[in-house]
């Protein structure tokens, strides 16, 4: 049922598509154009327009005409692909990018996927990677970087932690994997994704100067930060955040602060649970996933598309019972279904995700009725160093 919603999505846009916009204020690939755009600022050596908000949208809109407000919300270690992908046309640098990353994270997936659930080239097809392709996001690229490392972190741990530390292209999305190898005592993997990140880092701040950073951090940041209070917003729609709901529905910042403290607080302690009875690294990597969300006052549905193979492994699973497969059933279509309610004033999408977290727990090895621990070379980790 939600991809079918998304492909509305799909459909309403090309009903109003004309001459590369849809309507009057969004163009084909939505937030792709920041990619592009970026790109072009930088390769014209104006790279200090990405932090001057007015000086950006000015630009940006002297090439595609009026449009909705945007931003350039990514790091510096982006730059260089933001400027490969700026020097093709819009239309087939879009194209492009979303063949590209969408062809990665299925290689990523495979060893992830379900077996009672298709070919793994249905991993680009769940609700949240048809919103990630209509959304022109990093979905893909960063779910792949993800999976990638949780795949290798047993047997080939520097390679794993590599993984990792590109992760810094959009770093809050990594916030839980330091302490999730932290518990199993990974500390090759975390000293290779601290070294990684680092090194660009440096490398990043050498090339393009030290004010990118600064202005990432200080200015970027803000304005992201700016976005939890998303009021009636279309991109509030999106958002996993429980902080943005309580937002939406009362208005009141302690409540919200304390409700998104809560609920932070037992994702850490359903993962720390999880690890320290030794879930398997697949059990441990999917609820990593889905505990990050929890624990974010900010990121959005179209980053859910490892969270989705997660439900569809929770869903899938016969040993699963009838509850939590309907708790993850939800959740598989949460990005979509949470988009709707809403849209009518009742934004669920936290919850959804709430439920899938407590699915996961409850369906783990670790956790679970029957539980027996597991070390790194059992057979539902074997798969996981398979290519």
């Not at 790109?39 to 990405?50: F, I, V």
């Not at 062809?103 to 769940?126: D, N, S």
Request: hydrophobic share 55%; aromatic share 12%.
């Amino acid at each position: 049922m939600g991809g079918g919603l998304v492909l509305l999505l799909f459909v309403r846009d090309t009903a109003v598509f004309a001459d590369g916009r849809i309507a009057d204020q969004v163009v084909w690939g939505r937030d792709f154009i920041n990619v592009w755009t970026g790109g072009k600022l930088l390769n014209a050596g104006h790279g200090a327009m990405l932090f001057d908000l007015p000086a950006y949208q000015h630009f940006q809109q002297s090439i595609f005409g009026p449009l909705n407000p945007h931003n350039y919300s990514y790091p510096p270690v982006t730059y260089p692909l933001a400027q490969l992908l700026a020097l093709l046309p819009y239309p087939v640098a879009l194209a492009l990018w979303m063949i590209a990353t969408g062809t990665l994270f299925v290689y990523a997936a495979r060893p992830w996927w379900p077996a009672g659930a298709g070919g793994a080239w249905l991993a680009v097809l769940t609700p949240a990677a048809l919103l990630n392709i209509w959304a022109g996001h990093y979905g893909f690229l960063v779910g792949a970087l993800f999976l990638l490392g949780w795949q290798n972190v047993d047997r080939r741990p520097v390679q794993a932690g590599i993984f990792f530390g590109l992760m810094l292209i959009k770093p809050h999305l990594a916030v839980l994997v330091p302490l999730a190898l932290v518990m199993r005592a990974k500390w090759l993997t975390i000293a290779s994704a601290a070294l990684t990140a680092a090194l660009l880092f440096i490398v990043s701040g050498l090339i393009y100067g030290w004010g990118a950073w600064a202005g990432f951090i200080f200015k970027t940041s803000a304005v992201q930060a700016g976005m939890i209070d998303a009021g009636t917003a279309f991109y509030g729609l999106m958002s996993t955040s429980l902080m943005t709901a309580a937002l939406r529905l009362s208005g009141n910042w302690p409540l919200a602060i304390v409700g998104q403290c809560l609920v932070a607080t037992a994702a850490i302690g359903g993962l720390a649970l999880a690890a320290r009875r030794g879930a398997s690294t697949r059990e441990l990597a999917l609820i990593t996933a889905t505990a990050t969300f929890l624990l974010l006052p900010y990121a959005f549905a179209y980053d859910l598309t490892v969270v989705a193979v997660a439900a569809l492994t929770v869903a899938t699973d016969p040993n699963t019972g009838r509850r939590a497969r309907l708790w993850a059933a939800l959740a598989f279509a949460a990005p979509t279904v949470g988009m709707l309610t809403a849209i009518v004033g009742i934004p669920l999408l936290p919850v959804l995700l709430t439920m899938l977290f407590v699915a996961q727990l409850q369906t783990c090895s670790a956790i679970g009725p029957g539980w027996r621990p597991r070390g790194p070379d059992s057979p539902s980790n074997s798969t996981l160093g398979a290519n």
